[in-house]
């Protein structure tokens, strides 16, 4: 099967590195990938937001799957897009991802908080506004902390946790006054302040059945001990500890199982990675944050080195409405995903910077750990009288290393013993990914 793998970061290059093992794969292509992805797939000089240029190029290079990594062209339809221009080929073009009117599960928040709110699924109470002069009148309407979120994608940017009043009335002017996330501020959800412990949920999903994937533990703070700003994720383990079996069982019962009847009572026909937010709160229930709608990055960094199963047999039978049909099998192994960052993310930072470390395959030399390349690209670099290709940055995110062992602790030492052989100028990675505490 020749398949497109839509989008160029970690995520993408942990699924491409997953599929390359699989015998059912004959040619991969990624667009638009990066220097890592390289290795296994052909990288096409295509955004992954360009619909018009993905379907031509999936029409004339006869694709037989499409996955879509990110959350904005499927946003945008990629789904819709590439299963119609197939239809008109005369070709089917299956494509792993939820089309446009299920992406509205992680590109609307109000969207997904009317599903859960109809569908009984515990989530935070909420108001929606769509006006600001009645927001800053409702300031404090559940207590502080005050949770704000713009409606819209805001590249996971667009929620405020303000403290107190001050903070809410900067937070509703950067929403909807100086429109900082631009038309995803148009409206404002705004959400009772949950407390607890926060954990992740990833599931594959088809029309008739849900199954999660094993657990990962995300950081999203940049500094080590949870400080500083959000980032996109700056490390992950797997599984998380979070998790037993009795919190697994309330979760199926209490969220898995009536989202899955919530899309079929509302016709959405979801197929694809729900990846579930979740706070589990002092008394042990689970409450759900947010959905998304794809894998996460960097969770799939960590999750699919762990996975047994062809993950091209998983993404078959969910394009074929028969996950039931499959039974997924993981490694007992456990995995640790460090996450090395340009100096300044998830502000500014330079790019263009050389990267020492990596072998030409862009792999650590003599190591069996990963290197999941996200903000990677090749150039041409001078030193004195010596010129030649060198992996460079071209990101935030650079670069992940995920190691496996047959412990936490086993697999977090080999990890941080593996990136500690990277070197760029700038590079900030935290120290605490894998530690037993799960985050704040
Ligand atoms: P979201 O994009 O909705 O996942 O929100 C981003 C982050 O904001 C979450 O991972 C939580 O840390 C925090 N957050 C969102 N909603 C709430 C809430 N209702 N109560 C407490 N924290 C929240
Ligand atoms: N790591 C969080 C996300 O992918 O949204």
Known sequence: MKVLIVGGGGREHAIIWKLAESQKVTKLYCAPGNAGIANHAECLPIKAEDLEGICDFAVSAEIDMAVIGPEVPLAMGMVDALESAGKKAGKEIMVFGPNKKCSQLEASKSFTKDFLSRHKIPTAGYREFTDKQELLENIGIFGFPMVLKADGLAAGKGVIIAANKEEAKKGIESLMGSRDFGAAGDKVVVEEFLRGVEASVLCFVDEKTIIPMES????????????????????????????????????RREILDPTLEGFRVDGLDFKGVLFIGLMIQEDGSPKVIEFNNRFGDPEAQSILPRME??????LFAVCKNRLSDISIRWSKQKAVCVVAASGGYPGEYLKGIEINGLAKNGQIYGSDAIVFHAGTA????????????????????VLGVTALGDTHEEARKKAYENIGGIRFEGMQYRDDIGLITPPK
């Open 216 to 251: 990962a533990q995300d950081y999203k703070r940049i500094f080590s001990g949870d400080e500083g700003p959000n980032t996109g994720g700056m490390g992950t383990y797997s599984p998380s500890l979070v998790f037993d079996e009795k919190l697994e069982k309330r979760i």
């Open 309 to 314: 199963t062809d993950l091209m047999d998983v």
């Open 378 to 397: 090749i150039d041409h670099i001078c030193h004195g009288s010596y010129c030649g290709q060198t992996f460079v940055t071209a990101g935030g995110r």
